[in-house]
């Protein structure tokens, strides 16, 4: 069995007295011009607060102010021997700044327990000492991993023994049954803070240093909090930028690297290896939030092609970019995706081969996902999508490009138009408009023409600067047949059924 205790100390930062940092640092034998100096600093000093012309003073014994400079030391100086008390001790023990963490592992619940309350003692009589206190309702416990002694299975129903049938309960797996209360639920570990008291809180999930973790170091609750948290922080940010105006497709680009990732992954070395598949899932679910706003594209556009048309690798891909990113910049070794780095290599050789791991995962998806036939015939593969930088995706090159837009036959099949005829007669699907609409010849001819004339991909790096505008000058000629007639529906002389409830 495994547990985590959470402790919250009340007020921690501003209830530490002085005179007990001044005890701590001589019982340390602080050396002997560091503590004269530290006890003058700390001696005689005031609050003074003037406020409509009335000022009020007051001596001040106590308060480490948490951004001060020193006021970390001093926290530190006085929490340092509980660390090792408990360590001495065989607990195990984890502290940043006021967040104590203690986890307590052995065999038998009643070892656990034992184990536990004996460090929670130490932890209440280190509080006393400093005249701190324990917040009772604040401080937690989560089960993180119960007893797996024998495997054995035991049949149960409402406690009584039976034979066969009903339910069955797997030994080394009830992390379930210990929280579930009434029948068919076990007692969780009870600690107390102090004797005569409730137990510790037993919860469900825990949320440390911005981590939500789970019974049984479940991550799904902190996968679901920080999707929400990067999703509504990039809809608001995006809110700049609607289908037809707003900031460009590089600025929503720079904001997704730059506030949705690290939103999304913060601290993803520390929960990285725990997502699982239906994780990676809902990890997509959220980047999908960003991806229709990068793309500008219809909302019925699936998350797969958004992510090849925005050249954005897989949320749930990324995440293990970045663990494994982590892994590599502390030089550890790792052997996952098919790579293998070694402890010590070089760290952008191996970044590199990382990144050529992922991309061919992603390559496997594309290649086998059923969605985005169209998309699929601009980019057959990422490779393809990656390799083309230039393109720049707006409202209406989107539309093209997913297949997902002011298209009849698209609309008609979502019931948004009578019709699913383009005014030539033929149907009027993303190809027709592209390639075969005669009324579109001129503009076709034209484009082909200036093409052949200079062609903006053959006369040199893409991304030189002339070039750019001669590609944006194609990607123009290209989407004017959408946008032309959303100009026309604007003004009321198109025939279609007003497509915005779909639209993003
Ligand atoms: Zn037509």
Same mark, same amino acid.
């Given at each position: ?6 402790? %919250? ?78 360590? %001495? ?38 509080? %006393? ?340 505008? %001669? ?34």
């Amino acid at each position: 069995m495994a547990f985590g205790i959470l402790f %919250d100390v009340t007020g921690a930062f501003n209830n530490l007295r002085w005179d007990s940092v001044l005890e701590e640092l001589e019982r340390r034998r602080c050396p002997g011009n560091l503590w004269p100096l530290l006890a003058d600093y700390l001696d005689d000093r005031t609050v003074a607060l003037a406020c409509n012309g009335i000022h009020v003073c007051k001596k001040v014994k106590k308060g480490a102010p948490q951004g001060s400079i020193l006021g970390p030391d001093l926290w530190n100086i006085c929490m340092d021997p509980v660390l090792r008390e408990v360590q %001495d001790r065989g607990g195990e023990i984890v502290a940043y700044a006021d967040d104590l963490l203690l986890i307590v592992t052995g065999g038998g619940r009643q070892a656990c327990e034992d184990q536990g309350q004996d460090m929670t003692r130490l932890i209440a009589r280190w509080a %006393d000492r400093l005249c701190l206190e324990i917040s009772r309702s604040k401080t937690e416990m989560i089960l993180l991993k119960n007893s797996a002694t024998g495997g054995k299975k035991v049949t149960r129903a409402g406690g009584k023994r039976i034979l066969g049938e009903k339910r069955v309960i797997e030994r080394g797996n009830l992390t379930g049954s210990l929280i579930r209360k009434g029948k068919g639920g076990a007692r969780p570990p009870c600690i107390r803070i102090s004797d005569g008291e409730m137990g510790i809180h037993c919860k469900e999930e825990v949320e440390y240093l911005g981590v939500t973790i789970g019974t049984g170091f479940s991550i799904a609750g902190h996968v679901e909090v920080v999707g929400a948290k990067a999703s509504q922080l990039y809809q608001r940010l995006a809110s700049l930028a609607r289908a037809q105006w707003g900031i460009s497709y590089g600025a929503m680009r720079q904001l997704y690297s730059g506030v949705f990732l690290p939103t999304s992954l913060y601290a993803v070395s520390a929960w990285g290896d725990l997502v699982t598949s239906t994780l990676g899932d809902n990890l997509q679910s959220s980047q999908r939030v960003a991806l229709i706003r990068i793309c500008r594209a219809y909302r019925t556009a699936s998350t797969d092609l958004l992510q090849v048309c925005a050249s954005l690798l897989p949320l749930d891909l990324e995440c293990m970019r970045w663990r494994l990113r982590a892994l590599i910049r502390k030089g550890q070794s790792f052997n996952q995706l098919g790579i293998e780095v070694r402890e010590g290599e070089n760290p952008r050789l191996a970044l590199r081969r990382v990144d050529c791991g992922l991309w061919k995962r992603w390559e496997e998806r594309w290649s086998n996902s059923v969605k985005g036939k169209i998309t699929r015939e601009f980019f057959p593969s990422v490779v393809h999508r990656l390799n083309s930088e230039h393109i720049e995706l707006d409202h209406y090159v989107s539309q093209f490009l997913t297949g997902h837009g002011d298209f009849k036959a698209k609309l008609s099949g979502m019931g948004l138009s009578e019709s699913s005829l383009c005014a030539c007669g033929a149907e009027e699907t993303t190809g027709h408009v592209l390639l075969d609409c005669e009324r579109l010849e001129c503009t076709r001819v034209e484009l082909k023409q200036w093409l052949s004339d200079t062609d903006p991909l053959a006369s040199g790096s893409a991304s030189s600067g002339g070039d750019e505008g %001669d590609i944006r000058g194609v990607q123009e000629d290209v989407s004017s047949p959408a946008s032309r007639k959303a100009q026309a529906r604007r003004e009321g002389t198109h025939s279609c059924v007003n497509p915005r409830q779909s639209q993003y």
